[in-house]
């Protein structure tokens, strides 16, 4: 029998037995971003009791029945510094304690493996190197650094994931990258939190962590077939980027073999570290890093290529360490029959259409021969 | 309990004959007045009326939470909800609250002075005011906008259908109002002192007035350049914030929050000047260490405006502009721990009584402690990353601005009420008040902080189900504190009529605007005052009572 309503009294045995005060800790740093929470939490409760301490004490102990005079004092120096410099010193703990977290939260190690993620109204959507897609949810290993590196089709949202206490936002055009380690396997939630319009509340999702094994049979069970610079080998031969960009001494785009991760001599005397965003950069807005020694004649891809185009592109030029496939397509092409016209447009579009026919024959001596082939080296 | 309101003989007493109220009568003499108290209480009215309806939409947003599924309203009703509240609330409420209303009624009596330095812009700040709420009504009206308080790029340029134009201009409108109220109050304050009124015998509610006003006249032209380029860029397409024309979306953050993040000290400043006065009326002492209190107005009114980018900690801003802004953010927090410190010296051997206007400012000091403290969590760094962008952020922003801001607000209403109307408000029925929007505040706002601990992202209409309970009590407090602001509004209203006749000081205050009748003449002084004593000297008033018998009219 209820005396109180019987959904009501659900409610309240739900809450007693389900009430949390902190998220499951499911990722090294979380521990200690809880940490500094607990000192923060202390300084002021300590603050607070003081503050009331004092107000409430000097109230039953001045108040006018009991001191009908007040005597005027100007202040005092010596009190005065001490309460700035106490609190001072207190925020400049926490201020260094933040530090030391925000460069361990985003300066991802290097030999984290990379994940990529793509925002768009309202799903987020997940590219592993391997070829795995998949759309509100995330699969990754446990006791393994992981990064995204994040990009949105469209308005600004922010990939959160609290049992990892870590976020980031994930912008229009430009790559932001996060990352975690991962040590409970189990599943969390996926929060967009940075406001996207209608639907924001819907652009949720799930992040299963599970044990290496787990994840490795999880791996070889979703691949779509293609890895991401495979994906990437064959837009990289429709687009006809391989025309210029052959790795011959006299091509007309720079050597892309080798170049990641690399300082490559600008046009303007700098020089600039080749990441993930000079790559994306240089494909969409080819004037805005000119490498030295070549002209400014590259196209804009702007709108021609998706975010995800984009990301397999990337991934391909990161992975490429030889140009031999390059020159290998570039040379079959060269001796077909129907290759008429010499101008650059008619040569391009025969690549294109010669490409889009024979990658797949070379996706499937990929497949077999993993990483004997010299061309792309998967993952 | 004991008390210090000295009221006159109710018998005998009777209002002044002539007064601002009654110097001039219909809708007209209000209208095109140049008498900087009665725009302010045209600014009381038209500010208590936005604060309503900000409310009924808090209090919608609060039922729709209620549940973790959005059954009570579509997701984009929600959406322009929660950013039609943030809006009013923020443009049309807590930014003219306090310098607007008590402000512009006050700051020329303190300083001794006739009226502010332009009657005419003053008159005309508030007329903006009033286009900026017609057009934020109309916009409302018409359908409403969705794009959040903040304006975020491109989802406000390229992804809205809503009335974005028309919030947009609103708020560029109402900008020039606040410009104007502090240009007013900067030149009042620096020309118009009355002989004898040293920077040093200045209230401490002139000198925060004084550093909101710095902000208030630096900091709303960038808001109004970042909303004229949204509103280019939805209009023509510019480009300015575009990536896909080489633009920058970044930027679009940058420009907004230089404003507002200084816009929150606009907002909080004035209400600490109130509490300053509160406190020390009703403790009988000199603020304890004057002059470290005006210059920590002025701290915050300088380090407020190096501090935007702690709002784009997770953004992909460079670690090391992190860095800086961080160590920025913890130094703005110092001056606001010395003023709690200091208010509460300043109790120390005094003879406290604990009327109305007192009991809202502990509430701000325990409130504001709390949303202050809670800022450095948010300020520091590693911590901000977990915490931004939930309701933790919701809960710090409303603790400092509902809890420190409303509450000083409240008290300010309280305690200058007497001075604007000649009437005293209700006693039992404000304490009641006071101590039913404090319990209803905690109640709605400090779940918010453990919610966002866990992870409950802010403007979320529908929410996984495990976040419930604590919304259930949120919207439980929201309900006791809509109580809590009804009944404020309800015997205010009240005593205009039947409250109790004030007399010239009921407080027993030091400051001039004590010293001349309730409610002033629309001259303020016969004479221009001479002040030959500091701030908050009692022992003069005391003096100065015991040599000269009181009248009333």
Same mark, same amino acid.
């Given at each position: ?379 | ?310 709002? =784009?900690?997770?953004? #992909?801003? /460079?670690?090391?502009? $992190? &860095? @800086? ?5 913890? !130094?703005?927090?110092? *001056? ?87 009437? =005293?408000?209700?006693? #039992?029925? /404000?304490?009641?008040? $006071? &101590? @039913? ?5 905690? !109640?709605?706002?400090? *779940? ?106």
């Amino acid at each position: 029998m209820h005396f109180i309503s019987p959904v009501l009294w659900q409610f309240l045995v739900n809450w007693m037995t389900h009430f949390a005060l902190f998220p499951p800790e499911a990722s090294r740093i979380a521990p200690q971003v809880d940490a500094l929470y607990f000192f923060l939490i202390l300084i002021s409760l300590v603050g607070m009791a003081i503050v009331i301490a004092l107000v409430a004490g000097f109230s039953i102990l001045y108040r006018k029945e009991r001191n009908p005079e007040a005597t005027q004092i100007e202040g005092s120096t010596l009190l005065e510094a001490t309460w700035t410099i106490i609190p001072l010193a207190l925020f400049m703990v926490t201020f260094v304690w933040g530090a030391l977290l925000y460069f361990r939260i985003y300066d991802p190690p290097t030999n984290a493996m990379n994940i990529y993620i793509v925002g768009k109204q309202w799903m987020w959507k997940a590219e592993h190197p391997g070829g795995q897609h998949e759309i509100n949810s995330l699969h990754v290993p446990s006791g393994r650094p992981v990064q995204l590196t994040m990009i949105s089709q469209d308005v600004f949202h922010s990939f959160s994931i609290p049992a990892f206490r870590v976020k980031r936002e994930v912008i229009p055009g430009r790559y932001t990258t996060v990352w975690f380690e991962a040590t409970t396997p189990g599943t969390y939630h996926l929060f967009c939190t940075q406001y996207c319009g209608t639907l924001h509340s819907q652009m949720i999702g799930e992040v299963t962590v599970l044990k290496p094994e787990e994840y490795e049979a999880w791996t070889a069970g979703s691949t779509s077939g293609m890895s991401l610079a495979q994906n990437g080998e064959r837009l990289f031969a429709s687009l006809g980027c391989n025309s210029c960009h052959s790795g011959n001494a006299a091509a007309r785009g720079p050597n892309l073999a080798a170049v990641y991760s690399s300082r490559v001599p600008l046009a303007n005397g700098s020089y600039a570290f080749v990441d993930d965003a000079f790559l994306r950069d240089s494909i969409l807005n080819p004037t805005m890093h000119v490498t030295a020694g070549f002209a400014p004649i590259m196209p804009t891809y702007q709108g021609q290529i998706s975010e995800e185009g984009l990301i397999d592109l990337v991934e391909y030029i990161k992975h490429l360490h030889s140009n031999y496939r390059i020159q290998q397509t570039l040379n079959t092409s060269e001796v077909q029959p129907s290759n008429l016209g010499q101008n650059g447009i008619t040569a391009q579009r025969t690549y294109t259409d010669m490409h889009s026919s024979q990658v797949p024959q070379s996706v499937q001596t990929q497949r077999q021969g993993t990483a004997a082939q010299p061309g792309v080296v998967n993952q | 309990m004991s008390t210090i309101v000295s009221l006159p003989d109710q018998q005998t007493a009777t209002l002044p004959k002539r007064s601002y109220l009654n110097s001039e009568y219909g809708l007209k003499s209000w209208l095109l007045t140049g008498d900087h108290k009665r725009i302010a209480i045209l600014y009381l009215i038209s500010i208590t009326f936005f604060f309503f309806i900000g409310g009924a939409m808090a209090g919608l947003i609060r039922l729709e939470l209620l549940t973790p599924q959005t059954d009570l309203m579509a997701a984009d009703t929600y959406n322009k909800l929660f950013t039609m509240h943030g809006i009013i609330m923020i443009f049309l409420f807590l930014v003219p609250s306090v310098p607007a209303t008590i402000g512009n009624f006050l700051i020329p009596i303190m300083v001794g002075a006739k009226d502010l330095a332009f009657p005419k812009i003053n008159l005309l700040s508030w007329y903006l005011y009033i286009i900026g709420g017609t057009l934020t009504l109309a916009a409302l009206i018409s359908g409403g906008v969705d794009t959040g308080w903040t304006f975020t790029t491109p989802l406000s340029t390229h992804y809205l259908n809503t009335h974005v134009i028309t919030a947009g201009l609103a708020i560029f409108v109402a900008g020039f109002s606040s410009i104007f109220t502090g240009l007013n109050f900067i030149v009042t304050i620096h020309r118009m002192r009355a002989p004898g009124m040293t920077w040093f015998r200045l209230p401490l509610f002139v000198w925060s007035h004084y550093a909101a006003s710095i902000l208030m006249v630096l900091g709303t032209p960038v808001l109004a350049i970042a909303l004229v380029l949204v509103l280019l860029e939805r209009t023509i397409g510019i480009g300015v914030f575009d990536p896909a024309k080489g633009g920058d979306p970044l930027l679009f953050q940058h420009l907004f929050w230089f404003y507002s993040h200084p816009a929150v000290y606009i907002m909080i400043l004035p209400g600490m000047g109130v509490i300053s006065e509160v406190i020390s009326t009703f403790s009988r002492k000199r603020v304890f260490g004057y002059t470290a209190v005006a210059f920590s107005s002025v701290a915050i009114a300088v380090f407020g405006f190096f501090v935007w980018e702690h709002h =784009m900690f997770v953004m #992909g801003v /460079s670690n090391y502009s $992190a &860095l @800086v802004f961080s160590l920025l953010t913890m !130094l703005v927090a110092v *001056p606001s721990a010395i003023k709690i410190f200091n208010w509460s010296a300043t109790l120390y051997k005094g003879s406290i009584t604990f009327e109305t206007p007192m009991l809202y400012a502990f509430g701000f000091i325990g409130l504001f402690t709390i949303g202050g403290l809670t800022g450095v969590f948010l300020g520091s760094l590693g911590m901000d990353i977990h915490l931004t962008e939930t309701y933790f952020i919701v809960a710090h922003f409303h603790f400092v601005m509902v809890g420190g801001m409303l509450m000083a607000f409240l008290s300010g209403v309280h305690f200058w009420w007497p001075k604007m109307t000649g009437r =005293m408000y209700p006693e #039992g029925l /404000s304490k009641l008040a $006071a &101590l @039913v929007t404090f319990i209803g505040f905690i !109640l709605t706002f400090f *779940p918010q902080f453990i919610v966002g601990y866990l992870g409950m992202p802010r403007r979320y209409a529908a929410y996984p189900p495990e976040f419930q309970v604590l919304n259930v009590l949120s919207t439980a407090g929201a309900s006791v504190l809509g109580v809590g602001y009804l009944l404020p509004m309800l015997y205010l209203t009240w005593s205009l009529k039947y409250g109790k006749i004030a007399g010239a000081n009921p407080w027993q205050a030091t400051g001039l605007e004590w010293q001349i009748q309730s409610p002033p003449l629309t001259e303020n002084f016969l004479e221009t005052p001479i002040v030959d004593y500091e701030a908050y000297d009692y022992e003069w008033l005391a003096n100065k009572t015991k040599n000269e018998v009181t009248t009333v009219g």
